[in-house]
């Protein structure tokens, strides 16, 4: 798409200011506006997920067919979602991925004994068998409604399902408590720049080894994928420049934006008047 830009001189008007350093500002929020209409744009989930908290995935680890959760929310994903708030068939699909169908209990990297879907065994429970794929459905779709919706329950702002699925998948991962203390109260205000910034925090697990907490890169690509996802379709991505814009691209606007802060400039067959003297 051809942008037609004029940065015609007004008659009499005269400017030391060089042609290039307009041409340079011009550039730059062209490059922004240009990157984030592509980071914007509806994107399909076909890439492999990261296994839970960084782990490597046992053997055997594999996505299946979905469960049936009840409650599950099918409206467009880009679009006020309704109430109550549920996690959409896609929404569950993608924890399925990131997660895998594991049968025996492993540990999942940071101590915890998980089976099936992510299900992390909880006090009491043991699985010695292991689990069949349908057992792991079953026991996925109550973690879900025991886990995910109560907190989904306590949102107070409208959202739309892309945002409840980033969150229904972060609280999957991190559990509700974590959810409710750090999230919750900027999500509530519709502070999602404190959200998003809240979210990305969650990315680091500890070292069973040194007893030290490290970055784990299963967590940093799960945060980065929630936190698209929760900008999606939502404008947020305008507002909020994310992690994955370009650093020049970055630079270059905050040039642009100096220069214009310093120059009145008409963009559009108008006059641009120097500071500079004549």
């Given amino acids: 798409m051809a942008l037609g830009i004029s940065l015609a001189r007004a008659p009499g008007v005269r400017s030391n200011i060089p042609d290039a350093r307009h041409?340079?500002?011009?550039l730059a929020l062209v490059l922004v506006v240009c990157t984030s209409c592509r980071r914007e744009a509806p994107r399909s989930d076909?890439?492999?997920?990261?296994p839970t908290a960084g782990a490597t995935t046992p053997p055997?680890?594999?996505?299946?067919?979905?469960?049936?959760v009840a409650g599950m929310a099918t409206a467009p994903t880009s679009g006020p979602a309704p109430r109550p708030y549920r996690m959409s068939t896609q929404g569950l699909e993608r924890i399925r991925r990131r997660e895998a169908y594991v049968a025996k209990v492993y540990d999942d990297g940071v101590g915890n004994r998980t089976v099936g879907?992510?299900?992390?065994?909880?006090?009491?429970?043991?699985?010695?068998?292991?689990?069949?794929?349908a057992e792991a459905q079953a026991l996925f779709a109550k973690d879900v409604e025991r886990i995910v919706s109560p907190v989904l329950d306590r949102i107070k702002i409208q959202l739309t399902q892309n945002q409840v699925d980033a969150i229904g998948s972060?609280?999957?991962n991190v559990g509700p408590g974590n959810f409710t203390r750090s999230i919750l109260p900027n999500l509530n205000l519709g502070n999602h720049q404190g959200v998003i910034a809240s979210m990305f925090k969650y990315i680091t697990g500890r070292n069973q080894r040194t007893g030290e907490r490290v970055t784990l890169r299963g967590l940093l690509?799960?945060?980065?994928?929630?936190?698209?996802?929760?900008?999606?379709?939502?404008?947020?991505?305008?507002?909020?420049?994310g992690e994955e814009w370009s650093r020049a691209a970055r630079r270059l606007l905050a040039?642009?934006?100096?220069?214009?802060?310093?120059?009145s400039v008409c963009v559009l067959k108008a006059c641009r008047r120097s500071r500079s003297p004549s």
Avoid at 117 to 133: A, C, I, K, V, W
């Fill in 23 to 26: 041409t340079a500002t011009v």
């Fill in 46 to 50: 076909t890439t492999s997920a990261p």
């Fill in 60 to 68: 055997g680890a594999g996505a299946t067919a979905p469960p049936n």
């Fill in 117 to 133: 879907y992510g299900h992390m065994l909880r006090s009491g429970e043991s699985f010695p068998g292991g689990l069949t794929e």
């Fill in 170 to 172: 972060f609280v999957f």
């Fill in 221 to 241: 690509k799960r945060r980065q994928e929630e936190i698209a996802l929760y900008k999606q379709g939502s404008g947020l991505a305008l507002l909020v420049p």
């Fill in 255 to 263: 040039n642009g934006m100096q220069f214009l802060r310093a120059e």
